[in-house]
């Protein structure tokens, strides 16, 4: 029997030198490091680490679109945690918010765009029925009836 996984999961990091420019403030794009990990663990949180998903249904999931709101910056030693919650599923793409804060600080908030692809082509493709349905399932209810 599986645990009931929360709709909004929250991966740790720290905030390294090799994260940083001289004057030990994040670089920039290394915010978008911090996302992906994050995407990546809370897919692994669910049973459905990347190397499976592409062993087992030929499928990844490549970022299409992303919108990023710099709000703060982080810096050297932060202890940071990195949200994602799933705003919207669709039969070959996902909208995922995503959120890096420091404490009770929104430092960062993105809506990302992914799609589904085949591993070996990176052509569109539906989501397997059993993860499309899994994913389906952490959408509060309100949003459930706009992508159903």
Same mark, same amino acid.
């Given at each position: 029997?599986?645990?009931?996984?929360?709709?909004?999961?929250?991966?740790?990091?720290?905030?390294?030198?090799?994260?940083?420019?001289?004057?030990?403030?994040?670089?920039?794009?290394?915010?978008?490091?911090?996302?992906?990990?994050?995407?990546?663990?809370?897919?692994?949180?669910?049973?459905?680490?990347?190397?499976?998903?592409?062993?087992?249904?030929?499928?990844?999931?490549?970022?299409?679109?992303?919108?990023?709101?710099?709000?703060?910056?982080?810096? $050297?030693? @932060? #202890?940071?945690?990195?949200?994602? /919650? +799933?705003?919207?599923?669709?039969?070959?793409?996902?909208? &995922?918010? =995503? %959120?890096?804060?420091?404490?009770?600080?929104? $430092?960062? @908030? #993105?809506?990302?765009?992914?799609? /589904? +692809?085949?591993?070996?082509?990176?052509?569109?493709?539906? &989501?397997? =029925? %059993?993860?499309?349905?899994?994913?389906?399932? $952490?959408?509060?209810?309100?949003?459930?009836?706009?992508?159903?």
């Amino acid at each position: 029997m599986q645990a009931a996984i929360e709709p909004v999961f929250s991966w740790p990091t720290r905030v390294y030198w090799e994260d940083t420019d001289a004057g030990g403030v994040v670089y920039h794009a290394q915010y978008l490091a911090f996302l992906e990990r994050a995407r990546t663990e809370w897919l692994r949180a669910r049973g459905k680490g990347q190397e499976l998903l592409r062993a087992e249904h030929d499928l990844l999931f490549a970022v299409r679109a992303m919108r990023i709101d710099f709000r703060q910056p982080a810096r $050297l030693d @932060d #202890a940071l945690d990195v949200t994602v /919650a +799933l705003r919207e599923c669709r039969r070959a793409s996902l909208v &995922i918010a =995503q %959120s890096i804060r420091r404490g009770d600080k929104v $430092l960062l @908030d #993105a809506e990302v765009r992914v799609a /589904a +692809l085949t591993a070996n082509g990176f052509r569109p493709r539906p &989501i397997p =029925q %059993s993860l499309f349905d899994e994913l389906h399932a $952490l959408l509060e209810p309100a949003l459930v009836e706009d992508t159903a």
